[in-house]
C-alpha cells in the first residue's frame, strides 16, 4: 500500500471512530487532523470537504459489508443445500460474529449518515442509499428461495422481511448503546430467526 493510501485509510478510520461516537455534525476536520496527526492540506489532498469523506466512508462500508455477508453465504452454503437452513445458520453465524466484536458493534456509519441526512449533498444520500437497498436486494433474494419449497404461513412481503433484517440489526445497536449492553444486538438477530424459522417452517399433514 503506497503512503497515500496509508494516509487516506488513517483520516477515514480516525474520521469514522469520531462520527460513530458523536455523529457528523459534531465531528470538525480540525479534530479529524490532529488526531490523524496531518496537516489541513494533508485533508484536502484527499477530501475536498466532508461531503467527500462521508461519501468515501459509505462506500468503503458497503464493501466491507459485502465481503462479510458473501463470506456467511458461502460458509452457510458449505453447510446445507437447502435454502431455509441456510438462512438459519446465516443467522446464527451473524449473532456470533457480533458477539465476536470486542466492547460490542461501534455502529453503522450508514445509519448514522441516514440521521443526519441533511448534512449532505445528492452523493452521499444516493451512496446511503445503495447501502441500504443492497441489504434488502440480497435478503429478499434469499427469502425469495426460501418461499419457493416453504411457503410462508402468513402473507408477508419479502422485501419488508429483507428489511427487517437491517431493521434488526440497527434497532439492536441502538438499544445495545442505550442500556450498555452489547449482547442485545445479537440476542435481537436470534429473535428473528426463530421468526424466520416459525414462518417458512413446513406445514404438518
Known amino acids: 500500500m503506497s503512503r497515500g493510501s496509508e494516509t487516506r485509510d488513517r483520516i477515514m478510520d480516525v474520521a469514522q471512530d469520531a462520527i460513530l461516537a458523536k455523529g457528523f455534525d459534531a465531528t470538525s476536520i480540525e479534530e479529524i487532523v490532529a488526531n490523524a496527526e496531518i496537516t489541513k492540506s494533508g485533508f484536502f489532498y484527499h477530501f475536498k470537504d466532508k461531503n467527500a469523506l462521508a461519501h468515501a466512508l459509505i462506500e468503503r462500508h458497503i464493501v466491507i459489508e459485502d465481503e462479510i455477508f458473501d463470506d456467511l453465504e458461502a ?83 419479502l422485501a419488508a422481511l429483507a428489511d427487517m433484517v437491517s431493521s434488526t440489526v440497527e434497532g439492536g445497536l441502538v438499544m445495545s448503546r442505550a442500556l450498555n449492553n452489547p449482547a442485545i444486538t445479537s440476542e435481537q438477530v436470534m429473535l428473528l430467526r426463530s421468526y424466520v424459522k416459525l414462518l417458512f417452517a413446513p406445514r404438518m399433514h
Not at 448514522?112 to 446511503?128: C, G, I, S, W
Request: charged letters at 35%; one cysteine or more.
Open 75 to 157: 460458509r452457510a452454503k458449505e453447510l446445507s443445500d437447502d435454502p431455509l437452513q441456510r438462512m438459519l445458520i446465516g443467522l446464527k453465524l451473524l449473532a456470533e460474529l457480533l458477539d465476536d466484536i470486542p466492547d460490542g458493534h461501534p455502529g453503522c456509519i450508514v445509519a448514522t449518515a441516514a440521521y443526519q441526512d441533511r448534512l449532505f449533498d445528492k452523493d452521499v444520500r444516493e451512496a446511503n442509499l445503495r447501502a441500504v437497498l443492497g441489504w434488502r436486494q440480497r435478503f429478499k433474494r434469499q427469502f425469495e428461495e426460501i418461499a419457493k419449497l416453504y411457503p410462508p404461513k402468513e402473507d408477508v412481503d
